[in-house]
């Protein structure tokens, strides 16, 4: 299968989705959500809360293996650069507080889906493949 932008836009959608879904400022999420009826939980925000779970241990567990504890703290350096740049050059302050939050989000979707799409990016770039590690029982 041929790894295209298409395919990482793919990716990054479903990263943007969970991102979104477990939290997001307009308070539809799944934050929201508990946070109404909190301390006590409905069995249908226990069963989305697990799907969100679920999503989230795939895609931190891809994006760690992928980039590596020193590539997600260069990807997280770099964004939080970005931002002290973006907030150096007036384009952001502190009273801008829910655009500050989609932008975060944003960011943590594109590291989430640079995560699931690093090896074929890196297999296009370098020609070098990945392989996974083979347990030996």
Known sequence: MQ????????????????VFAT?????????AWVRENFP???LEQAFVGTLLTIGW????????????IIGLILA??????LFALLFKWGWLSLEMSRLVTY????LLAVILAL??????????????MDMDDVDEE
């Open 3 to 18: 790894f295209t932008f298409s395919s990482f836009g793919l990716r990054f959608m479903f990263a943007a989705i969970l």
């Open 23 to 31: 939290y997001n400022p307009e308070g539809y999420s799944y934050f």
């Open 40 to 42: 006590s939980v409905t």
């Open 57 to 68: 241990i795939i895609f931190l567990r891809a994006t760690f293996r992928s980039l590596g």
């Open 76 to 81: 997280f350096t770099l964004f939080g650069l």
């Open 103 to 106: 932008i975060a989000e944003v």
């Open 115 to 128: 995560g699931m799409s690093w090896s074929h990016i890196r297999r296009r770039l370098a020609g070098q």
